[in-house]
């Protein structure tokens, strides 16, 4: 249960994001990188151009460590991809969860002057992948069986490489009118 505080914080975020939106539309300036479950980095001007596919370590506990090594091959597959785009600004967009938070990731962060998109807590009807991805992920998993954890490792690769790049187009594109929406509930959760 959404707390008045929490309320507040994802009215007050949600309308830093719009606004911001709003100031960077035809910014050629800054890229923004979002971090999701999947494949390939890929990056773009516009904020909602291209969602940013971070990898995923199947089968490992994410710490500090493990994400901050995840942000270094993301940081090297932006500079192999777009030359000079470190130097113009990278803003990435993650939750609150302890890895993103921790120290570690905070100091690597700050070393390469990465700024980070707030993230209200408590608030996966704001997260893309919360909202957009696990639904269709559970409904294709949904009555398929697995006899080991490699085969459902293949299966989910599978998948994620088979999704065209308007489907995470989409998702991020509904980050705009999610905010508003939050905002017009004066915080409360977003159902669609």
């Known amino acids: 249960m959404l ?10 975020i949600s309308q830093r994001l719009l606004q ?4 960077d539309n035809g910014d050629e300036d800054t890229t923004h990188i979002s971090v999701g479950p999947g494949g390939d ?31 270094d091959r993301l940081k090297e597959a ?16 993650h939750d609150n ?16 002057g990465w ?4 993230h209200p807590a408590h608030s996966p009807d704001l997260a893309p992948s919360d909202f957009y991805l696990f639904g269709p992920l559970k409904r294709h998993l949904g009555g398929m069986a697995f006899d080991t954890e490699d085969d459902l490792i293949s299966e989910l690769r599978n998948w994620f490489d088979n999704l065209d790049v308007d489907f995470f187009r989409v998702g991020i594109n509904s980050l ?14 977003v159902e669609k």
Do not use: M
Request: hydrophobic share 35%.
């Open 97 to 112: 969860a302890t890895p993103h938070s921790a120290n570690l990731t905070q100091q690597w962060l700050q070393r390469y």
């Open 3 to 12: 707390t008045e505080d929490h309320k507040f914080q994802r009215v007050e």
């Open 78 to 93: 932006i500079r192999r991809k777009r030359p000079g785009l470190l130097r113009r600004g990278v803003v990435l967009q």
């Open 20 to 23: 911001r939106c709003q100031q």
């Open 41 to 71: 980095f890929q990056a773009n001007n516009n904020l909602f151009d291209n969602l940013i596919i971070g990898d995923k370590t199947w089968g490992q506990c994410i710490n500090a460590a493990r994400y901050c090594s995840t942000l």
């Open 115 to 118: 700024e980070i998109l707030p």
């Open 176 to 189: 705009l009118s999610r905010w508003q929406k939050c905002i017009d509930l004066h915080g409360d959760y």
